[in-house]
């Protein structure tokens, strides 16, 4: 029997495939630790042995591009078949929701990646010289953030509309069914990131790098891993976290991790990689290996608190006053939204726990729409680590996912949609 998708279903957005491949990571790059467990073990290795380590760590990426272009290709072909067996009018097959959606994003793309070229550079500027520790500028990156995530759902749920349209599909009901699905699809918000970093990358294939600074960029890197490892600075925070560090590393030195990983790939190819960064990049891969236990504390920690402050939510909205919510308070505080506008949301029940969304949904307020719709279908070697991480760094998980929710700006999500069923399965519980 063909499924079927309404507003009521919110089990959507990550394919498990793809979660399943950003849990196993690099085996090879796993092995290698096993066999060669402490950065001495490397280090006292012969040189061709250290090279091919750094093309395992600094591991060959997909083309961006390539990917978008067999995407589109093969959504417009499923849309095309939805709809030729009958599936072009309620109740929507899943497939037509998710191709539908797929199509919008990869004919946006270029548009979405310079938006968030756009806003990367703006919050860089914002926080140059200070420190990511520094509470302001955490508060600067979250504000940053929910902006870039309601820019780009905002230009993918418009250009899914006009797709809509383009195949007359009941407006209305099409539309409620992709914003459900749009916030519960988190995957997506780090894709259109990776790929403005595969791009970066893709340029820089060819590109004599200054060499101190791609130096300067491992050796930044080696400092904040360490102080991972030490505790000096919480990593649990792991929507915010990558962004945090990323803006750090481009501000001191210019540089995206992509233009590094491709920089090193291929002066090691070339033979012209000298042994004090082979062996700095060797000391950088172990820090990050080590830190990987702390984040992980600190991630069980974080956890925690995310069910605790999931339960108040949920408390706050059967409550039934939206005022109250903190996340409403926040956006009047913020300027995006007045009580006279609120209590209108209310009567056209688009605030979370005061009944269903607005058909169409299209003038929604920064914050109260959550992430932008999924890249459907992506290959799962499309979505990589975080975007501007250092190779190495924790990969996605279904409860990083949910942590991500968690330490999103206030009113981004709303507590309903804080439940693991959304992603098709209760999280992994340790052994």
């Not at 007359?168 to 790929?195: G, H, P, T, Y």
């Not at 969304?357 to 307020?365: A, C, F, V």
Request: charged share 30%; aromatic share 6%; proline share 7%.
């Amino acid at each position: 029997m063909e499924k079927t998708i309404n507003e009521n279903d919110f089990s959507l957005g990550i394919p498990q495939g793809a979660l399943d491949a950003a849990q196993e990571g690099n085996p090879e790059l796993r092995e290698w630790f096993k066999a060669h467990p402490e950065d001495k073990d490397a280090h006292a290795l012969p040189m061709d042995k250290k090279k091919e380590f750094i093309l395992m760590y600094y591991s060959e990426d997909v083309n961006a591009d390539e990917l978008l272009e067999k995407m589109l290709e093969e959504a417009e072909k499923m849309v095309d078949k939805e709809i030729a067996e009958g599936r072009g009018k309620p109740p929507f097959s899943e497939a037509l929701v998710l191709s539908i959606m797929t199509v919008a994003k990869a004919k946006v793309m270029d548009e979405l990646v310079e938006d968030v070229a756009k806003i990367y550079e703006e919050r860089r500027k914002l926080i140059k010289g200070k420190e990511i520790t520094d509470p302001g500028v955490i508060k600067v990156t979250q504000m940053n953030l929910s902006k870039m995530a309601f820019t780009l759902q905002s230009k993918l749920l418009k250009q899914v509309e006009e797709e809509a349209k383009s195949h007359n599909f009941a407006i209305d009901e099409f539309m409620n069914i992709c914003v459900m699905v749009a916030m519960s699809d988190l995957q997506s918000f780090v894709e259109i990131e990776r790929v403005y970093n595969l791009r970066k990358g893709d340029q820089a294939k060819e590109k004599d790098l200054d060499l101190a600074k791609v130096k300067q960029y491992i050796e930044e890197s080696l400092a904040i891993s360490e102080k991972i490892a030490k505790g000096e600075i919480d990593s649990s925070l792991i929507f915010v976290f990558p962004h945090l560090l990323s803006d750090k590393l481009y501000n001191q030195t210019g540089l995206e991790s992509e233009e590094v990983v491709q920089y090193i790939r291929r002066i090691t190819k070339e033979g012209k990689i000298e042994e004090d960064l082979v062996d700095l990049i060797i000391r950088e891969a172990y820090s990050v290996e080590k830190s990987k236990d702390s984040a992980q504390k600190n991630f069980d920690t974080a956890m925690v608190d995310a069910a605790k402050n999931y339960e108040e939510q949920a408390a706050l909205a059967q409550k039934g006053d939206p005022l109250e919510d903190p996340s409403v308070k926040k956006m009047i505080e913020m300027g995006l939204i007045n009580k006279d506008e609120v209590e209108e949301l209310v009567k056209m029940g688009a605030i979370p726990g005061m009944g269903g969304m607005p058909p169409g949904m299209m003038g929604m307020p920064p914050g109260m729409m959550g992430m932008p719709p999924g890249m459907m279908g992506m290959p799962p070697g499309m979505m990589g680590g975080m975007p501007g991480m250092p190779p190495g760094m924790p990969q996605l998980t279904p409860e990083m996912m949910m942590q991500m929710m968690a330490s999103m700006p206030p009113g981004m999500f709303p507590p309903e949609m804080m439940d693991p069923s959304m992603f098709g399965e209760a999280p992994t519980k340790k052994k």
